[in-house]
């Protein structure tokens, strides 16, 4: 991706196709705090993006102040997005972040017109807003502010322990507007973890910002998802994951099997080939060809195994696949546990715009 050394406004002959102007470019970051990533620093032209009338998800508005994410994660659903930008879903996607600097001007006045209906917004549903890179940019707070100033209820879903940082704001909006957070916890083995999802914080450090958002006066869910078979679908694993989210002060489990969409698939399984060799005849068995869901039988295989532990740890909690409630028509008529409502299955989620 040629954007190191391009000004804005002018054209570069040589650059990829559809990239020879790129008139939002501020500048392209590299800095040892950040040993390997390049940060793309964008000016916005939008901050909502609206989600299309076919898609799964129980909203219609989303923000994205990042594409791409330097939580690594192998299985990252969103990782395909990343080629609409002619960059690859593989190390592209956790090494070239693109970052939207003015973003939280835009969304003021974006949420300031008068057609706009103070619908739910969801963050986190494509690149995490609380990924590394939210400590150096800080554009979270900005976005929260703004969105609790319009009357705009919204839901956080993260992996990032950075969401402790903006409690007290969280709060804040909270007096002015519904906000619901969600904590997204896969793999509550340090080994797994650290192979699986490297820029991620441990289990535990997720969990210690559930404690900390539940001090906080917040009803907190977590996504236990993906599940991954044969890595952490054993009873032991999911025991022990559902007692130590309801230690961490959680009221409600998602739970759902490993995904892997179109341009995930490869990435996904040159790790597995690597790390867990002994698996890969038995995925290939489970997704063939171009098959991005586990079979059916495994789904249902897993709810049995996973509802009586929900049971038995007194947790609310349920299947990513079980039906969610319709879409409102009224604005501003989203639940406030709409981020523990996002579903992952059905349609791919529309790629945010990225200028």
Same mark, same amino acid.
């Given at each position: 991706m040629r954007w190191n050394g391009q000004k804005v406004g002018e054209e570069d002959a040589a650059a990829l196709p559809g990239m020879e102007r790129l008139d939002s470019l501020v500048r392209s970051v590299t800095t040892p705090e950040f040993a390997g990533m390049t940060f793309h620093e964008v000016a916005a032209r &939008? =901050?909502?993006?609206?989600?299309?009338?076919s898609s799964a998800m129980p909203f219609d508005w989303t923000i994205n102040p990042y594409r791409g994410c330097s939580h690594a994660c192998t299985y990252c659903f969103a990782r395909g997005t990343h080629t609409y930008l002619d960059l690859d879903a593989g190390r592209d996607f956790d090494t070239q972040v693109?970052?939207?600097v003015n973003i939280a001007e835009v969304l003021e006045r974006e949420l300031s017109r008068s057609s706009w209906g103070r619908e739910h917004v969801a963050l986190g549903t494509n690149t995490d807003p609380y990924q590394r890179a939210e400590g150096r940019y800080r554009l979270m707070p900005g976005i929260i502010d703004a969105l609790a100033a319009s009357g705009t209820p919204f839901s956080i879903l993260t992996k990032g322990t950075l969401l402790r940082r903006d409690l007290p704001v969280l709060q804040r909006a909270h007096e002015r507007v519904p906000v619901s957070i969600a904590m997204s916890i896969a793999p509550f083995d340090d080994d797994l973890?650290?192979?699986?999802?490297?820029?991620?914080p441990t289990a535990q450090a997720r969990l210690d910002t559930v404690r900390a958002a539940t001090d906080a006066g917040f009803r907190v869910t977590v996504f236990l998802?993906?599940?991954m078979p044969h890595l952490t679908d054993s009873i032991a694993a999911l025991d022990d994951a559902l007692r130590r989210i309801k230690a961490a002060g959680a009221i409600r489990v998602v739970y759902g099997a490993l995904h892997l969409r179109p341009g995930v698939k490869p990435w996904f399984m040159a790790w597995l080939r690597r790390e867990h060799p002994?698996?890969? &005849?038995s995925y290939l068995g489970l997704y063939p060809g171009a098959s991005v869901s586990a079979p059916k =039988?495994?789904?249902q295989w897993l709810a049995r195994r996973v509802r009586p532990l929900l049971r038995v740890h007194g947790l609310d909690g349920r299947d990513e696949e079980e039906p969610v409630r319709a879409r409102p028509v009224a604005p501003g008529a989203r639940a406030a546990a709409a981020a523990a409502s996002v579903r992952f299955t059905g349609s791919a989620p529309q790629p945010a715009r990225l200028f």
């Open positions: &939008s =901050a909502l993006n609206h989600v299309p009338g693109v970052v939207k973890q650290r192979s699986v999802e490297p820029g991620t998802m993906p599940v002994e698996l890969v &005849s =039988a495994y789904r």
